[in-house]
């Protein structure tokens, strides 16, 4: 509906039995470096005892939302919106994306977005996950410029969907989770 090239990445997967299941993936092309690619992804699967509606129906939302408002204004870069399937089964989309397209495309960033509006209280704050400081600092810039989020550092990327994309492409991960 926004107009972009999107597409599913089926694959069967064996959770006791054989399973087809798909990646949503949404791309913006960039307009001066196009082989260069920024992954922003979410899972869009949940557990039993959730809460689905944050982990991680609110990183899906988020993701949606930036490609509704990016599809019209595309970036230098090209940019690749990937919702990823059974994160909470072993990280199994985001293994599965990394496994297809590690020698294909050039990934020279990534924000993987899992939790985005856990709250215990009345605060807004959220933690940064990363491996790269340098996407750290950014994600610091843009929510102290653009929000009234309070965010905190956590070098963790290991656990989530960002594990895969670190495996494939290397230090280029940063991303948003409670």
Same mark, same amino acid.
């Given at each position: 509906?926004?107009?972009?090239?999107? %597409?599913? #990445?089926?694959?069967?997967? $064996?959770?006791?039995?054989?399973?087809?299941?798909?990646?949503?993936?949404? =791309?913006?092309?960039?307009?001066?470096?196009?082989?260069?690619?920024?992954? =922003?992804?979410? %899972?869009?699967?949940?557990?039993?005892?959730?809460?689905?509606?944050?982990? $991680?129906?609110?990183?899906?939302?988020? /993701?949606?939302?930036?490609?509704?408002?990016?599809?019209?204004?595309?970036?230098?870069?090209?940019?690749?919106?990937?919702?990823?399937?059974?994160?909470?089964?072993?990280?199994?989309?985001?293994?599965?994306?990394?496994?297809?397209?590690?020698?294909?495309?050039?990934?020279?960033?990534?924000?993987? $977005?899992?939790?985005?509006?856990?709250?215990?209280? #009345?605060?807004?704050? $959220?933690?940064?996950?990363?491996?790269?400081?340098?996407?750290?600092?950014?994600? %610091?810039?843009?929510?102290?410029?653009?929000?009234?989020? /309070?965010?905190?550092?956590?070098?963790?990327?290991?656990?989530?969907?960002?594990?895969?994309?670190?495996?494939?492409?290397?230090?280029?991960?940063?991303?948003?989770?409670?």
């Amino acid at each position: 509906a926004y107009g972009l090239d999107a %597409h599913l #990445q089926r694959f069967t997967t $064996n959770l006791g039995r054989d399973l087809e299941v798909a990646n949503v993936v949404a =791309v913006v092309r960039g307009t001066v470096n196009p082989e260069l690619i920024y992954v =922003v992804g979410a %899972h869009f699967d949940s557990r039993a005892e959730g809460p689905g509606a944050d982990d $991680n129906s609110s990183g899906t939302a988020m /993701i949606l939302e930036a490609a509704r408002v990016l599809a019209t204004r595309p970036l230098p870069a090209t940019v690749m919106f990937v919702s990823f399937t059974g994160e909470e089964a072993g990280l199994r989309g985001a293994r599965e994306f990394g496994r297809r397209m590690k020698d294909t495309i050039r990934v020279v960033g990534a924000l993987n $977005n899992d939790m985005m509006g856990w709250s215990s209280d #009345q605060r807004m704050d $959220n933690t940064i996950r990363y491996s790269n400081p340098g996407i750290r600092d950014i994600q %610091h810039a843009a929510a102290l410029q653009f929000s009234n989020l /309070i965010t905190y550092d956590a070098f963790y990327y290991k656990s989530t969907d960002a594990q895969a994309l670190y495996d494939a492409w290397g230090d280029i991960v940063g991303g948003i989770g409670s």
